[in-house]
């Protein structure tokens, strides 16, 4: 098992990384089981890789998952760094011995990884987002993603 400390946790999140096409706005996505799905490969110009993964349920439109994971290198693991839920689920957070139904978002932390939980099993609530395209725009804002324009000569004053 391969354990990321906290701090290379939140480098990870902070690491800019480009909007790829057709995540903002959400383009088509792809139907396999009763689910809606889209999956986006991201090259950081740090040479990191990264993944974004879009769920929504055809049944019920707040059971929803939008994660950022880190594709560790050398290997075909994903490491989930972030994951926000939609209301559809009661989380518990089993160290914390808190449990709740709500929005929530999932962070890796070191801690549960040093138990033997998944990386991203710590959950907080949230009302910062209320459906699928409001919490991509969460993941876009809190995990270091920028937008195309902001590679353009207008930001960068390079021409």
Do not use: W
Not at 15 to 34: A, T, V, Y
Not at 74 to 102: C, M, P, Q, W
Request: proline share 4%; glycine share 6%; charged share 25%.
């Amino acid at each position: 098992m391969y354990i990321l400390s906290d701090d290379q946790i939140a480098d990870l999140i902070r690491e800019s990384k480009p909007i790829p096409p057709g995540l903002c706005p959400l383009e088509k996505m792809s139907l396999r089981n009763h689910h809606k799905r889209r999956d986006f490969d991201i090259e950081a110009e740090s040479r990191n890789n990264f993944a974004v993964a879009i769920r929504q349920s055809t049944l019920n439109m707040l059971d929803f998952s939008v994660i950022l994971g880190y594709k560790l290198p050398g290997s075909f693991t994903v490491f989930r760094l972030r994951r926000y839920n939609g209301k559809s689920h009661h989380h518990t957070n089993t160290i914390e011995k808190e449990a709740f139904y709500d929005f929530h978002v999932h962070k890796a932390t070191e801690r549960y990884q040093k138990l033997g939980f998944k990386e991203e099993h710590f959950a907080v609530r949230t009302s910062g987002y209320y459906d699928l395209e409001s919490a991509i725009q969460c993941l876009l804002t809190d995990c270091g993603f920028r937008h195309p324009i902001e590679d353009s000569p207008l930001f960068t004053g390079r021409i």
